[in-house]
């Protein structure tokens, strides 16, 4: 598993235009973007901050599958992160601010660009397993949801 992150910014204002990140993760392996002083764990459901959406861009590799759930409508969904396919797949999907998401490699590896914005300060950032209501609604969207708790 390979994480390379970095908060950049690119004004004079106190708040972080963006963030940007590369991971690669491998199958069987369980990681997280994260501030660096972190260890890789599972891909686990997060949410950045209610301001911050999420950009995800496969890069290279195999696909990976994003799981998503608006906690305002109570809407589940998946995605396929890879290559253009018939059944499917993107190389690119933006997951709107405030929306929990977790994601798992579907083959051998995958490399993808993660990029918020505006960027966002790490006190915004949740996790679900820090919060039991989420991690009750999550585990009712069913086991492929579940396992990512």
């Given at each position: 598993m390979l994480f390379l992150g970095e908060t950049t910014s690119h004004s004079t204002r106190l708040q972080t235009t963006a963030a940007k990140s590369l991971v690669i993760p491998r199958a069987g392996e369980s990681w997280i973007g994260g501030n660096g002083r972190d260890k890789f764990h599972h891909r686990r459901w997060h949410t950045c901050s209610a301001r911050?959406?999420?950009?995800?861009?496969?890069?290279?590799?195999?696909?990976?599958?994003?799981?998503?759930?608006?906690?305002?409508?109570?809407?589940a969904s998946t995605v396929a992160l890879g290559r253009f396919?018939?059944?499917?797949?993107?190389?690119?999907?933006?997951?709107p601010a405030g929306v929990w998401q977790a994601a798992r490699p579907l083959g051998e590896y995958a490399l993808l660009g993660c990029y918020v914005g505006p960027g966002f300060d790490f006190s915004d950032f949740r996790m679900a397993k820090d919060d039991a209501e989420m991690r009750r609604v999550i585990a009712q969207q069913g086991e492929g949801f579940a396992a990512c708790l």
């Open positions: 911050s959406d999420e950009i995800w861009g496969h890069l290279e590799g195999d696909a990976l599958e994003l799981l998503c759930f608006d906690a305002t409508n109570s809407q396919t018939a059944s499917g797949a993107a190389p690119i999907h933006v997951v």
